[in-house]
């Protein structure tokens, strides 16, 4: 059961515009969300995060947005550079109560092209 | 500022070989530790956590096994790959199981 899902493989955007990667998940229990940026042969890395206590967090380019009701959160990037062209997963953590040690569950992932 | 070693990078082994891979934290004390793979066109699977010294918890059974030496050294094993096991294999830490460090991984190759 896939519990965190990113339904779009890829997205493609021209430069300067505004790329919206999506990310849905089914539990509940989860409370803390990330967003990784990751290049091929190398390892995730770390973009934003945000708690289920809020519904936005931004910082710079980058803002998630977080809908609990929905189980849906969003990565906005803007605006959008060529050196955003990467893959992004989302993660989810169900650390409210500290007992989840961190683990996360990822979605699969989305290919994003940006376009000079 | 913490860093987090994890070698090889790249790594070809035949079916029925051992395997170990090694991962160290350095700049923090007592992280909680993670094993994570990466199979062809998925997503990250958390495979196994440590949250101390000798202590591993698994999540997903599968030929492999995890020991924590000492605080902040991680390592993955095999005694005998299996085909199923190519991947890329990635180290993980965090402190107070908030925001997940990676290490740049291992591109595991079985043939």
């Known amino acids: 059961d896939q519990q965190v899902k990113q339904n779009s493989p890829s997205l493609s955007v021209q430069e300067g515009r505004i790329s919206i990667l999506n990310c849905d998940y089914t539990?509940?229990?989860?409370?803390?969300f990330l967003w990784y940026k990751k290049y091929p042969a190398e390892g995730p890395t770390f973009l934003i995060s945000?708690?289920?206590?809020?519904d936005k967090n931004e910082d710079g380019r980058f803002t998630v947005f977080l809908n609990k009701s929905a189980k849906h959160l969003s990565l906005h990037i803007v605006p959008s550079q060529p050196g955003d062209s990467a893959v992004y997963f989302c993660?989810?953590?169900?650390?409210?109560?500290?007992?989840?040690?961190?683990?996360?569950?990822f979605g699969q992932g989305t290919i994003l092209t940006v376009h000079p | 500022s913490q860093t987090i070693h994890q070698w090889p990078a790249t790594l070809v082994q035949p079916v029925g070989s051992p395997l170990s891979l090694e991962c160290t934290v350095e700049?923090?004390?007592?992280?909680?530790l993670y094993w994570y793979r990466q199979a062809a066109g998925r997503g990250l699977q958390l495979l196994f956590y440590?949250?101390?010294?000798?202590?591993i918890s698994s999540e997903v059974p599968q030929n492999l096994s995890a020991s924590r030496p000492q605080d902040r050294q991680f390592i993955l094993s095999s005694k005998k790959l299996l085909l199923s096991d190519s991947g890329f294999y990635l180290c993980?830490?965090?402190?107070?199981?908030?925001?997940?460090?990676f290490g740049q991984g291992t591109r595991l190759t079985v043939v």
């Open positions: 993980a830490w965090s402190v107070l199981s908030l925001k997940t460090f």
């Open positions: 539990n509940s229990m989860f409370d803390y």
């Open positions: 945000i708690s289920s206590i809020k």
């Open positions: 993660a989810a953590s169900g650390d409210g109560g500290g007992t989840s040690y961190g683990k996360l569950t």
């Open positions: 700049g923090t004390s007592n992280p909680n």
């Open positions: 440590s949250v101390g010294i000798g202590q």
